[in-house]
């Protein structure tokens, strides 16, 4: 044992780790956001609600069909992924031609009737879900206990991020997709079905959100409200990381988790408004977030 | 192009004055008579409510504004004249006054910050400060927590009515709202409200023009969050509580639920938004979450099939303004 700045080692790397969690999930959450905005160009209020129908569906999936974490880490993606294509399909494809608050304005709606519904069928309280044995148990690193579940989840998170983000930067599919965000109509003269790609896009956006829900079962409590509270914390992320950029998005998440964690260490009244507090902050001093395009 | 003072568009301005003179008055005759036929405490909650709705009402269908984030003007008045009228021992109108002064502040400083950026980054910033200041409203000693401020007393408005009556309390509630509605309509009516909906129609070409546009969003800003507070402050002495809900993201949503509902950019529609909305959520209570459902319903429904709102497609049937 030593202590930082007066701290315990242990209490410092155990706030720390728990800020690269959340920061996990802030990097997956506002990347979604990205990659919808980027194609959409709406600002996709659901993607909390979407969140919480992941880690609910993890749950689902193994109270009635005994189906255990690892599949649901790829099941709960595609089911939420689908009905995600399905609200573009039904919804957001009518709007596209109107002002994108429109599009804020309906996945808010549409957010709240999923919160409604689930608070209607599981209460309020928060479910429990267990950590999947071959996950279970930790590390002692001798300067601190590092549980392997928070590991695994801060090593899937950046893969993921990092995959989206070769994706989207460096294949022919991404390059596609960052022409038709430049320009649609000469995209789809080429022959390249937009429409479908949108379709597409926002189902993954959506699934990136269920992604991160599932990963989430486990480390917090699955609860109805799980999603409403963290999306507004996204949102703070997101302006000030500017949705510009892939990775813009991916660092932001991963640096505010961190400033979050040590907040709690070192000033804990602080901690649940310091990222609101950097967000006004970063708004009088670089009006167009860190990687945004100046509007 | 026609020129002001073209004899058709006199007319027009001339209709438009009479249609909306016209319902008016019947809105305001109602209103007197309402409290005989319908629980005066209901009526008293919509027409704060109504307040409210015309003051977001003024942000966004006016200039194009969407806050995600009123909430906290309405919470922290209802909050601060909660606590000067209970703590303090300050005199109604006292209370009212620094509640809808607190907003005003707030709104000075979350406008500032928020018309840094425009569209949904505006409606993003609004709504993690009024998170921001949910979390301070959590924490503060003086909020009461989850418990809320509750057993604010009424007191006795200018030494003179005792506000305890709940007639007397209805008709002092009516007249500051009906002022409040009617100062919104001057301001929009007025050259100031004409710079606003070029803003909002053109702000490239506002700016071209030469007007200031930041500064006038920002009054814009501040006007709309104090009139917000102004609701708020009375509705915590209709029913003598400020709570957590008041402050609350779902808060923002209800208001902004009401203005849609009844039309954007329209005088009477928040009005009649705000009336639909307290009273589905009285009358569905019994139902529980299922009421949060339904208006995440007619959210979606507004926004595919109904963008006008009840009081803008009824104008734009009778081809008048409402």
Redesign the interface.
């Known amino acids: 044992m030593f202590e930082i700045f007066g701290i315990p080692s242990q209490a410092l790397f155990g706030q720390l780790l728990l800020g690269l969690i959340n920061g996990s999930f802030y990097a997956l959450l506002s990347l979604g956001l990205a990659v919808i905005f980027g194609m959409l160009n709406?600002?996709n209020f659901a993607h909390g609600a979407q969140y919480m129908m992941g880690a609910f569906a993890a749950y689902l999936l193994l109270q009635h069909a005994g189906i255990g974490y690892w599949e649901a880490l790829v099941i709960a993606p595609i089911v939420v992924g689908a009905t995600g294509i399905l609200v573009e399909r039904l919804?957001l494809m009518?709007?596209r031609k109107l002002d994108?608050?429109?599009g804020?304005?309906?996945t808010?709606?549409?957010?709240?009737?999923?919160?409604?519904?689930f608070?209607?069928s599981y209460g309020s309280s928060g479910l429990p879900y267990q950590v999947p044995e071959s996950l279970q148990g930790g590390h002692n690193l001798g300067f601190m206990f590092l549980p392997n579940y928070r590991a695994w989840v801060i090593v899937l998170s950046l893969a993921v991020c990092l995959a989206t983000w070769f994706a989207i930067e460096r294949t022919r599919l991404g390059s596609y997709l960052r022409a038709a965000t430049e320009n649609p109509v000469l995209v789809r003269a080429f022959g390249i079905n937009v429409p479908r790609m949108v379709t597409l896009t926002y189902g993954f956006g959506v699934g990136l959100a269920a992604l991160a829900g599932v990963m989430a079962a486990p480390i917090y409590n699955v609860s109805p409200q799980m999603g409403?509270d963290l999306i507004?914390?996204v949102?703070?992320v997101?302006?000030i990381g500017g949705m510009g950029s892939i990775m813009g998005a991916i660092l932001t998440g991963f640096t505010l988790g961190i400033v979050e964690g040590l907040t709690k260490v070192f000033f804990p009244?602080a901690s649940?408004?310091v990222?609101?507090?950097i967000?006004?902050i970063v708004?009088?001093i670089r009006?167009?977030g860190f990687f945004g395009r100046t509007? | 192009m026609e020129s002001v003072l073209d004899p058709p568009v006199l007319a027009r301005r001339r209709d438009t004055a009479r249609s909306l003179g016209v319902a008016f008055a019947v809105t305001v005759a109602l209103l007197i008579v309402a409290p005989f036929v319908i629980y005066p405490i209901f009526l008293m909650k919509a027409l704060c409510f109504a307040l409210f709705a015309c003051a977001f009402n003024l942000l966004i269908g006016y200039v194009g504004l969407?806050s995600?984030g009123h909430a906290m003007f309405f919470g922290w008045a209802s909050y601060l004249t909660a606590h000067a009228a209970k703590v303090w021992g300050l005199p109604p109108e006292l209370a009212i006054l620094i509640g809808t002064a607190t907003a005003a502040v707030l709104g000075l400083v979350a406008g500032g910050?928020?018309i840094?950026?425009?569209?949904?980054?505006f409606?993003?910033?609004t709504?993690?400060?009024a998170?921001?200041m949910f979390?301070?409203a959590l924490?503060a000693k003086f909020t009461g927590g989850e418990d809320g401020i509750q057993g604010v007393p009424r007191g006795r408005l200018f030494g003179l009515f005792d506000l305890n009556g709940e007639m007397t309390m209805y008709l002092f509630i009516l007249v500051v709202v009906v002022a409040g509605l009617l100062l919104i309509y001057r301001i929009i009516n007025s050259p100031f409200g004409e710079v606003l909906t070029a803003i909002r129609e053109n702000e490239q070409r506002a700016i071209s023009l030469g007007y200031n546009v930041e500064r006038y969003k920002l009054v814009a800003f501040v006007l709309s969050a104090t009139l917000a507070g102004l609701a708020g402050s009375l509705k915590a002495l209709v029913f003598q509580l400020a709570s957590l809900t008041d402050v609350h993201?779902t808060m923002s949503?209800d208001v902004?639920l009401m203005t849609?509902l009844g039309g954007l950019g329209t005088v009477f529609g928040p009005v009649v938004g705000a009336f639909l909305v307290v009273a589905m959520q009285s009358y569905l209570a019994p139902f529980?979450?299922?009421?949060?459902?339904i208006?995440?319903?007619?959210?979606?429904v507004?926004?595919?099939a109904f963008?006008r709102g009840i009081v803008g497609e009824l104008a734009h049937a009778l081809r008048v303004r409402l």
């Open positions: 709406i600002i919804f009518h709007l994108p608050l429109y804020l304005l309906l808010f709606g549409l957010a709240i009737v999923i919160e409604g519904v608070r209607n409403s507004i914390v949102f703070a997101v302006v009244e649940s408004t990222i609101f507090v967000m006004a708004l009088l009006p167009a509007a | 969407v995600f910050l928020a840094r950026r425009q569209g949904i980054y409606a993003m910033i709504l993690a400060l998170q921001m979390f301070f924490q993201w949503g902004l849609l529980g979450q299922w009421v949060l459902v208006q995440g319903a007619i959210f979606v507004c926004v595919l963008r």
